[in-house]
Protein backbone atom coordinates (compact mmCIF):
# COMPACT_ATOMS: atom_id res chain seq x y z
CA UNK A 1 0.00 0.00 0.00
CA UNK A 2 1.55 3.81 -0.78
CA UNK A 3 1.37 6.13 2.69
CA UNK A 4 -1.21 6.07 4.49
CA UNK A 5 -2.27 9.52 5.58
CA UNK A 6 -5.44 10.04 7.84
CA UNK A 7 -6.81 12.49 9.77
CA UNK A 8 -9.45 14.20 11.62
CA UNK A 9 -10.53 17.92 11.14
CA UNK A 10 -12.58 18.75 13.60
CA UNK A 11 -14.41 22.35 13.98
CA UNK A 12 -13.11 24.18 16.97
CA UNK A 13 -17.21 24.85 18.06
CA UNK A 14 -17.57 23.03 20.64
CA UNK A 15 -15.76 21.01 22.91
CA UNK A 16 -14.25 17.74 21.98
CA UNK A 17 -17.08 15.49 21.43
CA UNK A 18 -17.72 11.74 21.83
CA UNK A 19 -18.06 11.30 18.02
CA UNK A 20 -15.13 13.22 17.09
CA UNK A 21 -13.02 11.53 19.82
CA UNK A 22 -14.37 8.10 18.01
CA UNK A 23 -13.81 9.02 14.21
CA UNK A 24 -9.91 10.21 15.67
CA UNK A 25 -9.76 6.90 17.05
CA UNK A 26 -10.21 4.83 14.01
CA UNK A 27 -8.35 7.29 11.79
CA UNK A 28 -5.76 6.60 14.72
CA UNK A 29 -5.89 2.87 14.69
CA UNK A 30 -5.86 2.73 11.08
CA UNK A 31 -2.93 4.94 10.22
CA UNK A 32 -0.95 3.13 12.80
CA UNK A 33 -1.84 -0.27 11.99
CA UNK A 34 -0.23 0.37 8.59
CA UNK A 35 3.04 2.33 9.64
CA UNK A 36 1.01 6.13 8.31
CA UNK A 37 0.52 9.23 9.57
CA UNK A 38 -1.93 10.60 11.46
CA UNK A 39 -2.59 14.75 10.75
CA UNK A 40 -4.94 16.77 12.70
CA UNK A 41 -6.19 19.75 11.19
CA UNK A 42 -8.40 22.69 12.95
CA UNK A 43 -11.15 23.51 10.19
CA UNK A 44 -11.95 27.03 11.63
CA UNK A 45 -13.26 28.82 8.54
CA UNK A 46 -16.45 30.13 10.29
CA UNK A 47 -14.94 32.65 12.22
CA UNK A 48 -17.87 33.33 13.85
CA UNK A 49 -18.27 30.34 15.79
CA UNK A 50 -15.03 29.01 15.83
CA UNK A 51 -13.49 29.78 19.74
CA UNK A 52 -9.54 29.04 20.66
CA UNK A 53 -11.23 27.73 24.25
CA UNK A 54 -12.33 25.00 21.99
CA UNK A 55 -9.57 24.39 19.92
CA UNK A 56 -7.29 23.95 23.28
CA UNK A 57 -10.18 21.54 24.59
CA UNK A 58 -9.73 19.26 21.35
CA UNK A 59 -6.38 19.04 21.21
CA UNK A 60 -6.40 18.33 25.22
CA UNK A 61 -9.17 15.67 24.84
CA UNK A 62 -7.07 13.81 21.90
CA UNK A 63 -3.91 13.70 24.40
CA UNK A 64 -5.57 12.99 27.54
CA UNK A 65 -7.33 10.00 25.45
CA UNK A 66 -3.72 8.58 24.14
CA UNK A 67 -4.86 9.68 20.58
CA UNK A 68 -1.93 11.32 19.25
CA UNK A 69 -1.23 13.39 16.07
CA UNK A 70 1.79 12.92 13.97
CA UNK A 71 0.97 16.40 12.48
CA UNK A 72 -1.27 19.05 13.92
CA UNK A 73 -1.28 22.59 14.62
CA UNK A 74 1.12 22.24 17.72
CA UNK A 75 3.27 19.74 15.73
CA UNK A 76 3.71 20.90 12.21
CA UNK A 77 5.30 18.34 9.75
CA UNK A 78 5.92 19.06 6.17
CA UNK A 79 1.97 19.89 4.93
CA UNK A 80 0.92 22.50 6.94
CA UNK A 81 -1.06 25.10 7.85
CA UNK A 82 -2.60 22.95 9.87
CA UNK A 83 -5.76 25.47 10.89
CA UNK A 84 -7.79 25.99 7.63
CA UNK A 85 -7.98 30.27 8.83
CA UNK A 86 -4.33 30.13 7.85
CA UNK A 87 -4.73 28.23 3.64
CA UNK A 88 -6.78 31.31 2.91
CA UNK A 89 -5.18 31.37 -0.15
CA UNK A 90 -5.16 28.31 -1.33
CA UNK A 91 -8.56 28.42 -1.47
CA UNK A 92 -8.65 31.25 -3.23
CA UNK A 93 -6.11 30.07 -6.01
CA UNK A 94 -8.94 27.23 -6.48
CA UNK A 95 -11.88 28.80 -6.18
CA UNK A 96 -10.27 31.31 -9.41
CA UNK A 97 -9.27 28.45 -11.19
CA UNK A 98 -12.47 26.90 -11.40
CA UNK A 99 -13.98 30.56 -11.83
CA UNK A 100 -11.75 30.59 -14.75
CA UNK A 101 -12.41 27.49 -16.18
CA UNK A 102 -16.39 27.95 -15.85
CA UNK A 103 -16.33 24.98 -13.12
CA UNK A 104 -17.79 27.66 -11.04
CA UNK A 105 -19.73 30.64 -10.90
CA UNK A 106 -21.48 33.80 -9.17
CA UNK A 107 -25.02 33.04 -7.45
CA UNK A 108 -26.68 36.08 -7.32
CA UNK A 109 -29.94 35.13 -5.55
CA UNK A 110 -30.90 36.39 -2.23
CA UNK A 111 -31.79 34.80 0.43
CA UNK A 112 -35.37 35.28 0.21
CA UNK A 113 -35.44 34.52 -3.45
CA UNK A 114 -33.52 30.86 -2.04
CA UNK A 115 -36.17 30.31 0.84
CA UNK A 116 -39.09 31.13 -1.69
CA UNK A 117 -38.04 28.48 -4.12
CA UNK A 118 -37.23 26.16 -1.03
CA UNK A 119 -40.54 26.77 -0.15
CA UNK A 120 -42.06 25.92 -3.42
CA UNK A 121 -40.23 22.45 -3.84
CA UNK A 122 -41.51 21.30 -0.47
CA UNK A 123 -44.95 22.42 -1.02
CA UNK A 124 -44.63 20.36 -5.31
CA UNK A 125 -42.60 17.55 -2.79
CA UNK A 126 -39.34 17.79 -4.99
CA UNK A 127 -36.02 17.51 -3.95
CA UNK A 128 -34.62 20.40 -2.27
CA UNK A 129 -32.16 22.01 -3.96
CA UNK A 130 -30.54 24.75 -6.49
CA UNK A 131 -29.88 24.59 -9.90
CA UNK A 132 -29.47 28.11 -10.65
CA UNK A 133 -30.09 30.01 -13.63
CA UNK A 134 -26.72 32.42 -13.03
CA UNK A 135 -24.69 29.15 -13.85
CA UNK A 136 -24.96 30.05 -17.43
CA UNK A 137 -24.11 33.67 -17.21
CA UNK A 138 -21.20 35.35 -18.99
CA UNK A 139 -18.06 34.92 -16.70
CA UNK A 140 -17.49 39.12 -17.73
CA UNK A 141 -21.04 40.27 -17.19
CA UNK A 142 -21.22 38.52 -14.06
CA UNK A 143 -17.90 40.09 -12.70
CA UNK A 144 -19.22 43.16 -13.71
CA UNK A 145 -22.30 42.14 -11.58
CA UNK A 146 -20.34 41.68 -8.57
CA UNK A 147 -19.96 45.55 -8.24
CA UNK A 148 -23.04 46.45 -7.95
CA UNK A 149 -24.49 42.95 -6.14
CA UNK A 150 -21.42 42.46 -3.66
CA UNK A 151 -24.13 39.86 -1.90
CA UNK A 152 -23.13 37.31 -4.11
CA UNK A 153 -22.16 33.25 -3.49
CA UNK A 154 -19.90 31.17 -5.54
CA UNK A 155 -21.66 28.01 -6.76
CA UNK A 156 -20.33 24.57 -8.33
CA UNK A 157 -21.74 24.13 -11.82
CA UNK A 158 -22.37 20.77 -10.86
CA UNK A 159 -22.44 18.63 -14.58
CA UNK A 160 -26.02 17.80 -15.62
CA UNK A 161 -26.90 13.48 -15.57
CA UNK A 162 -23.96 11.87 -14.41
CA UNK A 163 -23.66 9.03 -11.65
CA UNK A 164 -21.00 9.50 -9.13
CA UNK A 165 -20.13 6.28 -7.40
CA UNK A 166 -17.23 5.35 -4.95
CA UNK A 167 -15.83 2.23 -3.47
CA UNK A 168 -16.95 2.86 0.74
CA UNK A 169 -14.07 0.99 2.47
CA UNK A 170 -17.06 0.29 4.77
CA UNK A 171 -20.12 0.36 3.07
CA UNK A 172 -19.28 -1.05 -0.42
CA UNK A 173 -20.70 0.80 -4.03
CA UNK A 174 -22.49 3.66 -2.94
CA UNK A 175 -23.59 5.98 -6.08
CA UNK A 176 -25.61 9.40 -6.10
CA UNK A 177 -27.27 11.08 -9.29
CA UNK A 178 -25.70 14.40 -9.70
CA UNK A 179 -28.78 15.98 -10.28
CA UNK A 180 -29.80 15.52 -7.10
CA UNK A 181 -26.94 17.72 -5.80
CA UNK A 182 -27.62 20.85 -7.21
CA UNK A 183 -25.14 24.03 -8.06
CA UNK A 184 -24.14 23.64 -4.20
CA UNK A 185 -22.23 26.81 -2.90
CA UNK A 186 -18.27 26.82 -2.23
CA UNK A 187 -17.11 29.82 -1.36
CA UNK A 188 -19.28 33.05 0.17
CA UNK A 189 -16.13 35.45 -2.05
CA UNK A 190 -13.15 34.53 -3.90
CA UNK A 191 -11.39 34.78 -0.22
CA UNK A 192 -13.90 32.74 1.87
CA UNK A 193 -14.59 29.20 0.99
CA UNK A 194 -16.75 27.02 2.67
CA UNK A 195 -16.45 23.63 3.89
CA UNK A 196 -16.58 21.59 0.82
CA UNK A 197 -13.82 23.23 -1.32
CA UNK A 198 -11.85 23.81 2.26
CA UNK A 199 -11.71 20.06 3.03
CA UNK A 200 -11.11 19.18 -0.66
CA UNK A 201 -7.84 21.86 -0.93
CA UNK A 202 -6.53 20.53 2.61
CA UNK A 203 -6.86 17.20 1.84
CA UNK A 204 -4.75 17.36 -1.44
CA UNK A 205 -2.36 19.12 -0.33
CA UNK A 206 -2.17 17.05 3.04
CA UNK A 207 -1.56 13.98 0.91
CA UNK A 208 -4.47 12.58 2.69
CA UNK A 209 -4.97 8.87 1.47
CA UNK A 210 -8.24 7.99 3.57
CA UNK A 211 -10.99 10.03 4.35
CA UNK A 212 -12.27 8.18 7.37
CA UNK A 213 -15.32 9.81 8.62
CA UNK A 214 -19.00 9.80 10.41
CA UNK A 215 -21.76 8.51 8.18
CA UNK A 216 -23.27 12.09 8.57
CA UNK A 217 -20.91 13.32 5.75
CA UNK A 218 -21.68 10.63 3.35
CA UNK A 219 -24.12 13.32 1.11
CA UNK A 220 -20.55 15.32 1.19
CA UNK A 221 -18.53 12.74 -0.89
CA UNK A 222 -20.27 12.93 -4.17
CA UNK A 223 -19.84 17.44 -3.74
CA UNK A 224 -15.93 16.56 -2.61
CA UNK A 225 -15.83 14.41 -5.96
CA UNK A 226 -16.70 16.43 -8.36
CA UNK A 227 -14.71 19.00 -6.64
CA UNK A 228 -11.49 17.10 -6.73
CA UNK A 229 -12.16 15.97 -10.79
CA UNK A 230 -12.55 19.53 -11.45
CA UNK A 231 -9.29 20.53 -9.65
CA UNK A 232 -7.28 17.68 -10.90
CA UNK A 233 -6.40 16.24 -7.10
CA UNK A 234 -6.03 13.05 -6.56
CA UNK A 235 -8.97 11.17 -5.24
CA UNK A 236 -8.43 9.34 -1.64
CA UNK A 237 -10.35 6.17 -0.35
CA UNK A 238 -13.28 6.76 1.63
CA UNK A 239 -14.78 5.39 4.50
CA UNK A 240 -17.69 6.62 6.41
CA UNK A 241 -17.82 5.19 9.92
CA UNK A 242 -21.37 4.26 11.55
CA UNK A 243 -23.17 7.00 13.62
CA UNK A 244 -23.50 6.61 17.06
CA UNK A 245 -26.49 5.94 18.91
CA UNK A 246 -28.21 5.72 22.42
CA UNK A 247 -29.80 2.95 23.96
CA UNK A 248 -32.94 3.91 22.53
CA UNK A 249 -31.56 3.87 18.73
CA UNK A 250 -31.59 7.61 18.25
CA UNK A 251 -28.85 9.95 17.21
CA UNK A 252 -26.67 9.92 20.67
CA UNK A 253 -26.96 13.26 22.24
CA UNK A 254 -27.40 15.30 25.68
CA UNK A 255 -31.04 13.59 26.35
CA UNK A 256 -28.61 10.66 26.87
CA UNK A 257 -26.05 11.58 29.25
CA UNK A 258 -22.24 13.09 29.27
CA UNK A 259 -21.63 13.63 25.19
CA UNK A 260 -18.16 15.65 25.25
CA UNK A 261 -15.05 13.95 26.31
CA UNK A 262 -13.90 16.47 28.57
CA UNK A 263 -17.06 15.48 31.25
CA UNK A 264 -16.32 12.11 30.48
CA UNK A 265 -12.54 12.98 31.63
CA UNK A 266 -14.62 14.84 34.70
CA UNK A 267 -16.90 11.75 35.94
CA UNK A 268 -13.82 9.48 36.17
CA UNK A 269 -13.64 7.70 33.67
CA UNK A 270 -9.84 6.84 32.88
CA UNK A 271 -8.18 7.55 29.52
CA UNK A 272 -7.46 4.14 28.91
CA UNK A 273 -11.01 2.75 29.14
CA UNK A 274 -12.95 5.34 26.72
CA UNK A 275 -9.90 4.33 24.19
CA UNK A 276 -10.92 0.58 24.46
CA UNK A 277 -14.89 1.03 24.67
CA UNK A 278 -14.54 4.10 21.58
CA UNK A 279 -12.41 1.42 19.49
CA UNK A 280 -15.77 -0.91 20.19
CA UNK A 281 -18.24 1.77 18.92
CA UNK A 282 -18.50 0.15 15.69
CA UNK A 283 -16.19 -1.93 15.15
CA UNK A 284 -15.40 -5.43 16.53
CA UNK A 285 -12.68 -7.89 16.51
CA UNK A 286 -14.80 -11.29 15.34
CA UNK A 287 -14.23 -12.69 19.01
CA UNK A 288 -15.87 -11.91 22.55
CA UNK A 289 -12.86 -10.51 23.80
CA UNK A 290 -13.42 -6.78 24.78
CA UNK A 291 -10.67 -5.80 26.76
CA UNK A 292 -7.45 -4.69 24.44
CA UNK A 293 -4.14 -3.06 25.36
CA UNK A 294 -3.46 0.19 22.47
CA UNK A 295 -1.21 -2.37 20.75
CA UNK A 296 -3.57 -5.15 20.67
CA UNK A 297 -6.18 -2.54 19.23
CA UNK A 298 -3.36 -0.88 16.47
CA UNK A 299 -2.61 -4.80 15.12
CA UNK A 300 -6.20 -6.02 15.13
CA UNK A 301 -8.22 -2.95 13.90
CA UNK A 302 -9.46 -3.20 10.43
CA UNK A 303 -12.15 -1.38 8.22
CA UNK A 304 -13.53 -4.61 7.27
CA UNK A 305 -14.85 -5.16 10.96
CA UNK A 306 -16.71 -1.65 10.81
CA UNK A 307 -20.07 -2.69 11.02
CA UNK A 308 -22.55 -0.27 8.13
CA UNK A 309 -25.07 -0.06 11.08
CA UNK A 310 -25.31 2.41 14.10
CA UNK A 311 -23.29 2.25 16.83
CA UNK A 312 -24.87 1.74 20.06
CA UNK A 313 -23.77 3.47 23.29
CA UNK A 314 -23.63 1.47 25.97
CA UNK A 315 -22.78 3.56 29.20
CA UNK A 316 -23.06 0.43 31.39
CA UNK A 317 -20.86 -1.37 29.81
CA UNK A 318 -18.09 1.95 29.95
CA UNK A 319 -18.59 1.55 33.77
CA UNK A 320 -18.07 -2.20 33.99
CA UNK A 321 -15.05 -1.62 31.13
CA UNK A 322 -14.10 1.53 33.76
CA UNK A 323 -13.79 -0.71 36.37
CA UNK A 324 -11.61 -3.60 35.18
CA UNK A 325 -9.11 -0.80 34.44
CA UNK A 326 -9.13 0.91 37.89
CA UNK A 327 -8.82 -2.66 39.11
CA UNK A 328 -5.72 -3.48 36.78
CA UNK A 329 -3.84 0.35 38.50
CA UNK A 330 -1.58 -0.03 41.05
CA UNK A 331 -2.86 1.53 43.89
CA UNK A 332 -0.61 4.81 44.21
CA UNK A 333 -1.76 5.66 40.71
CA UNK A 334 -5.39 5.16 41.61
CA UNK A 335 -5.25 6.94 44.81
CA UNK A 336 -3.62 10.05 42.91
CA UNK A 337 -6.18 9.84 40.47
CA UNK A 338 -9.09 10.30 43.41
CA UNK A 339 -7.07 12.90 45.34
CA UNK A 340 -8.84 15.53 43.62
CA UNK A 341 -11.85 14.36 44.12
CA UNK A 342 -11.25 13.63 47.82
CA UNK A 343 -9.90 17.39 48.01
CA UNK A 344 -12.84 18.94 46.31
CA UNK A 345 -14.93 17.16 48.87
CA UNK A 346 -12.96 18.93 51.59
CA UNK A 347 -12.29 15.54 53.15
CA UNK A 348 -8.13 15.96 52.80
CA UNK A 349 -6.88 17.46 55.91
CA UNK A 350 -3.66 15.64 57.66
CA UNK A 351 -4.51 12.32 56.54
CA UNK A 352 -1.10 10.23 55.67
CA UNK A 353 -0.79 9.57 52.23
CA UNK A 354 -0.88 5.50 53.58
CA UNK A 355 -4.36 6.20 55.29
CA UNK A 356 -5.97 7.43 52.24
CA UNK A 357 -4.16 4.94 50.09
CA UNK A 358 -5.83 1.90 52.70
CA UNK A 359 -9.12 3.56 51.75
CA UNK A 360 -9.02 3.78 48.55
CA UNK A 361 -7.78 -0.14 48.29
CA UNK A 362 -10.88 -1.05 49.91
CA UNK A 363 -13.46 0.31 47.24
CA UNK A 364 -11.08 -0.28 44.47
CA UNK A 365 -12.37 -3.83 43.93
CA UNK A 366 -15.66 -2.00 42.92
CA UNK A 367 -15.56 1.47 41.97
CA UNK A 368 -17.24 2.15 38.65
CA UNK A 369 -15.77 5.86 38.41
CA UNK A 370 -13.43 7.85 40.09
CA UNK A 371 -16.13 10.65 41.22
CA UNK A 372 -18.03 7.89 43.37
CA UNK A 373 -15.20 7.57 45.36
CA UNK A 374 -16.57 10.55 48.19
CA UNK A 375 -19.71 8.91 48.55
CA UNK A 376 -18.42 6.13 49.00
CA UNK A 377 -15.78 6.19 51.34
CA UNK A 378 -16.77 9.90 53.03
CA UNK A 379 -17.14 8.23 56.03
CA UNK A 380 -13.13 7.88 56.72
CA UNK A 381 -12.36 11.45 56.61
CA UNK A 382 -15.72 12.63 58.57
CA UNK A 383 -18.23 11.39 61.19
CA UNK A 384 -21.31 10.82 59.04
CA UNK A 385 -24.86 11.70 59.78
CA UNK A 386 -27.04 8.77 59.26
CA UNK A 387 -30.68 7.92 59.77
CA UNK A 388 -30.85 5.81 63.66
CA UNK A 389 -33.30 3.50 62.54
CA UNK A 390 -30.57 2.32 59.78
CA UNK A 391 -29.18 0.51 62.88
CA UNK A 392 -31.77 -2.07 63.40
CA UNK A 393 -31.33 -5.27 62.20
CA UNK A 394 -34.68 -6.81 61.13
CA UNK A 395 -36.70 -5.90 63.82
CA UNK A 396 -34.93 -6.46 67.25
CA UNK A 397 -35.35 -3.91 69.85
CA UNK A 398 -33.66 -0.58 70.34
CA UNK A 399 -31.90 -2.47 74.04
CA UNK A 400 -30.91 -5.63 71.87
CA UNK A 401 -29.10 -3.16 69.38
CA UNK A 402 -27.39 -1.21 72.49
CA UNK A 403 -26.41 -4.91 73.82
CA UNK A 404 -25.10 -5.52 70.58
CA UNK A 405 -22.96 -2.13 70.02
CA UNK A 406 -22.02 -2.70 74.01
CA UNK A 407 -20.34 -6.39 73.37
CA UNK A 408 -18.38 -5.30 69.96
CA UNK A 409 -16.96 -2.48 72.16
CA UNK A 410 -15.96 -4.64 74.91
CA UNK A 411 -14.34 -7.15 72.61
CA UNK A 412 -12.74 -4.41 70.73
CA UNK A 413 -11.09 -3.04 74.54
CA UNK A 414 -10.35 -6.61 75.17
CA UNK A 415 -8.39 -7.01 72.27
CA UNK A 416 -6.71 -3.86 71.40
CA UNK A 417 -3.38 -5.50 71.35
CA UNK A 418 -4.27 -8.37 68.39
CA UNK A 419 -4.21 -7.98 64.53
CA UNK A 420 -7.40 -7.57 62.78
CA UNK A 421 -7.60 -11.09 61.65
CA UNK A 422 -8.05 -12.57 65.13
CA UNK A 423 -10.86 -9.45 66.42
CA UNK A 424 -12.52 -10.54 62.95
CA UNK A 425 -12.60 -14.39 64.29
CA UNK A 426 -13.20 -13.35 67.59
CA UNK A 427 -16.58 -11.53 66.56
CA UNK A 428 -17.48 -14.34 64.51
CA UNK A 429 -17.51 -16.45 67.18
CA UNK A 430 -19.54 -14.13 69.39
CA UNK A 431 -22.14 -13.59 66.16
CA UNK A 432 -22.19 -17.10 66.00
CA UNK A 433 -23.12 -17.72 69.56
CA UNK A 434 -25.72 -15.01 69.26
CA UNK A 435 -27.56 -17.74 66.87
CA UNK A 436 -28.41 -14.33 63.97
CA UNK A 437 -24.82 -12.93 62.81
CA UNK A 438 -26.74 -9.66 61.27
CA UNK A 439 -27.85 -8.93 65.08
CA UNK A 440 -24.22 -8.57 66.21
CA UNK A 441 -22.80 -7.45 63.08
CA UNK A 442 -24.76 -5.39 60.90
CA UNK A 443 -25.45 -2.88 63.82
CA UNK A 444 -21.63 -2.73 64.08
CA UNK A 445 -21.42 -1.73 60.93
CA UNK A 446 -23.71 1.20 60.28
CA UNK A 447 -22.49 2.39 63.31
CA UNK A 448 -18.93 2.61 61.45
CA UNK A 449 -19.79 3.39 58.27
CA UNK A 450 -23.30 5.08 58.42
CA UNK A 451 -24.29 3.12 55.16
CA UNK A 452 -26.57 0.76 54.33
CA UNK A 453 -23.89 -0.76 52.06
CA UNK A 454 -20.26 -0.70 52.56
CA UNK A 455 -17.20 -3.17 52.69
CA UNK A 456 -17.22 -5.39 55.78
CA UNK A 457 -16.67 -3.98 59.76
CA UNK A 458 -13.44 -5.57 59.97
CA UNK A 459 -11.57 -3.94 56.90
CA UNK A 460 -13.02 -0.85 58.55
CA UNK A 461 -12.02 -1.23 61.75
CA UNK A 462 -8.41 -1.85 60.82
CA UNK A 463 -8.39 1.49 58.49
CA UNK A 464 -10.05 3.49 61.45
CA UNK A 465 -8.40 2.01 64.17
CA UNK A 466 -9.41 0.32 67.14
CA UNK A 467 -10.41 4.24 69.21
CA UNK A 468 -11.62 5.45 66.55
CA UNK A 469 -14.19 2.98 65.60
CA UNK A 470 -15.32 2.69 69.66
CA UNK A 471 -15.47 6.39 69.36
CA UNK A 472 -18.06 5.44 66.56
CA UNK A 473 -20.03 2.81 68.60
CA UNK A 474 -20.09 5.39 71.54
CA UNK A 475 -21.56 8.08 69.63
CA UNK A 476 -24.85 5.09 67.94
CA UNK A 477 -25.54 3.82 71.79
CA UNK A 478 -25.80 7.68 72.62
CA UNK A 479 -27.98 8.34 69.45
N1 LIG B 1 -15.10 19.53 10.04
C1 LIG B 1 -15.92 18.39 9.81
C2 LIG B 1 -16.62 18.03 11.11
O1 LIG B 1 -16.21 18.50 12.16
C3 LIG B 1 -15.16 17.18 9.36
C4 LIG B 1 -14.98 17.18 7.92
C5 LIG B 1 -14.46 15.90 7.31
O2 LIG B 1 -14.07 14.97 8.01
O3 LIG B 1 -14.40 15.88 6.10
O4 LIG B 1 -17.54 17.28 11.09
Same mark, same amino acid.
Given at each position: ? !???????????? $????????????????????????????????????????????????? #?????????????????????????????????????????????????????? =? #?????????????????????????? /?????????????????????????????????? &??????? &???????????????????????????? *? $??????????????????????? /??????????????????????? @??????????????????????????????????????? @??? &?????????????????????????????????? *??????????????????????????????????? !???? =????????? @????? =?????????????????? /?????????????????? *???????????????????????????????????????????????????????
Amino acid at each position: M !STIRTRIAPSPT $GFLHIGTARTALFNYLFAKKYGGTFVLRIEDTDIERSEKKFEKDIFEGL #KWLGINADESPENKGLYGPYRQSERTQDYSRAIRKLLVEEKAFYCFHTEQELEQ =E #KDELMAAKKPILHVCEYRTLDRKEAE /MLTQTKPNFIIRFKTPIGRMISFNDLIRGEVAFE &SDLLGDF &SIAKRVDAALYNLAVVVDDEAMKISHVI *R $GEDHIANTPKQMLLIEALGFSLP /MYAHLPLILGKDRSKLSKRHGAT @SIIEYREIGYLPEALFNFMALLGWNSGTAQEIFSRDELI @SQF &SLEKVQKSGAIFDVTKLDWMNGEYIRKMPIEELT *RLCMPYLTKAHFIHTQSNDYVEHVIALEQPRLKKL !SEIT =EKVDYFFKE @SAYDK =ELLRWKAITDDEIRESLN /MAINLLQENQEKNITEIE *RIFLEQASVMGDRGKFLWPLRVALTGKKNSPGPFEIIHILGIKEAIERLIRAINA
